[in-house]
């Protein structure tokens, strides 16, 4: 029964971190009344004008997206060096 208490372990962890993470806010965009605070005042060709909608915030030029795919590829090189690695030992014959 001692095997068995590995993968409960593991469980455990697993669900302890997901309920820690689902008390984590998000960032949801929301139209927020012209009143409330801090909200903007809109430009003035869109203010009157009822079919124009929400408007979201402008988020700029661009992002410079370069350290999240050296980091992605990074990470899924170490994730195969882990995975090649364990297979390796599986199949190697024990003493």
Same mark, same amino acid.
């Given at each position: 029964?001692?095997?068995? %208490?590995?993968?409960?372990?593991?469980?455990?962890?697993?669900?302890?971190?997901?309920?820690?993470?689902?008390?984590?806010?998000?960032a949801?965009?929301?139209?927020?009344?012209?009143g409330?605070?801090?909200?903007?005042?809109e430009?003035?060709?869109?203010?009157g004008?009822?079919?124009?909608?929400? %408007?979201?915030?402008?988020?700029?030029?661009?992002?410079d997206?370069?350290?999240?795919?050296? =980091? =992605?590829?990074?990470?899924? =090189?170490?994730g195969?060096?882990?995975?090649?690695?364990?297979? %390796? %030992?599986?199949?190697?014959?024990?003493?």
């Amino acid at each position: 029964m001692v095997v068995a %208490r590995r993968p409960l372990l593991t469980a455990t962890a697993a669900a302890t971190l997901l309920a820690a993470l689902w008390f984590v806010p998000s960032a949801n965009a929301t139209d927020e009344p012209a009143g409330a605070p801090g909200a903007q005042s809109e430009p003035a060709a869109t203010a009157g004008d009822p079919a124009a909608g929400p %408007r979201l915030a402008d988020t700029g030029t661009g992002i410079d997206t370069t350290p999240y795919l050296i =980091g =992605g590829v990074a990470f899924l =090189g170490i994730g195969a060096a882990f995975v090649s690695h364990s297979a %390796r %030992r599986a199949d190697a014959p024990s003493a």
